[in-house]
């Protein structure tokens, strides 16, 4: 199977942009969760998606929404970007439905540089 | 509320020594806990996890980590490290199985000299 993909790899915007960031989960996988990298604040937990419906959510401004959508897939956007949003998106998927649900699989992750 | 702690942002080790990364954690419920490595540029790579079953758990690569309900650890070692380990190496946190939400430590990036 195809692992995570993420789109696009890298995305350069400016203060005050809005950008949309890109998810597609291995197969079958329906619980895409997203996570923001930075040096400063280290790994932490955006929200995660199943079936549509956003189970959990992180500690993030309004600024930060996500989707999924019927096939799995999932976007999220930032909106009026920050210096402070610099940082390495990460997707995962999980099986949630199927025998392994505590294994979130990574995709390679979309670095965003807000300038 | 679980949060985890790695002592030691960097640890070096030649290669053929015994690599131990430490991880301790705290949750007020039995903890699921993971160990993900992160090599440049790409996301993140599960080496192992423990669940509630058996307590010494063996990953991929040669890796292994113990649970020490009573000293809240669950550091990484690895018998012998290998130049391909190097790499950053992160320990995470959650509170039930199939719950989505990981909060990870801050990162322990293995220097493996020759």
């Known amino acids: 199977k195809a692992g995570v993909t993420q789109t696009p790899r890298y995305l350069i915007k400016t203060r005050g942009q809005q950008v949309t960031l890109s998810c597609s989960p291995i197969?079958?996988?329906?619980?895409v969760s997203w996570y923001q990298q930075t040096p400063g604040q280290g790994l932490q937990f955006l929200f995660e998606?199943?079936?549509?419906?956003?189970?959990n959510k992180g500690n993030f401004p309004g600024r930060f929404s996500g989707r999924q959508f019927s096939n799995s897939r999932s976007e999220m956007n930032v909106s009026t970007l920050e210096l402070g949003d610099s940082a390495l998106y990460l997707c995962?998927?999980?099986?949630?439905?199927?025998?392994?649900?505590?294994?979130?699989?990574f995709g390679p992750g979309t670095r965003l540089t807000v300038l | 509320a679980q949060s985890v702690t790695q002592l030691g942002s960097h640890v070096s080790v030649s290669e053929g020594a015994l690599v131990l990364l430490r991880c301790n954690y705290s949750?007020?419920?039995?903890?699921?806990l993971f160990w993900y490595v992160q090599y440049p540029n790409q996301g993140l790579q599960l080496l192992l996890k423990?669940?509630?079953?058996?307590?010494l758990v063996k990953g991929i690569n040669g890796f292994e980590a113990e649970f020490k309900k009573s000293e809240t650890s669950f550091h990484l070692t690895k018998p012998s490290a290998h130049m391909s380990d190097a790499a950053e190496y992160f320990c995470?946190?959650?509170?039930?199985?199939?719950?989505?939400?990981?909060?990870f430590g801050t990162g322990t990036r293995l220097l493996v000299s020759p």
């Open positions: 995962a998927s999980s099986d949630l439905a199927g025998g392994d649900p505590d294994t979130q699989y």
């Open positions: 197969s079958g996988h329906r619980s």
């Open positions: 998606y199943f079936s549509e419906t956003q189970r």
């Open positions: 949750s007020s419920v039995p903890p699921y």
């Open positions: 423990y669940t509630s079953a058996a307590t």
């Open positions: 995470a946190v959650t509170r039930s199985t199939g719950f989505q939400k990981l909060v």
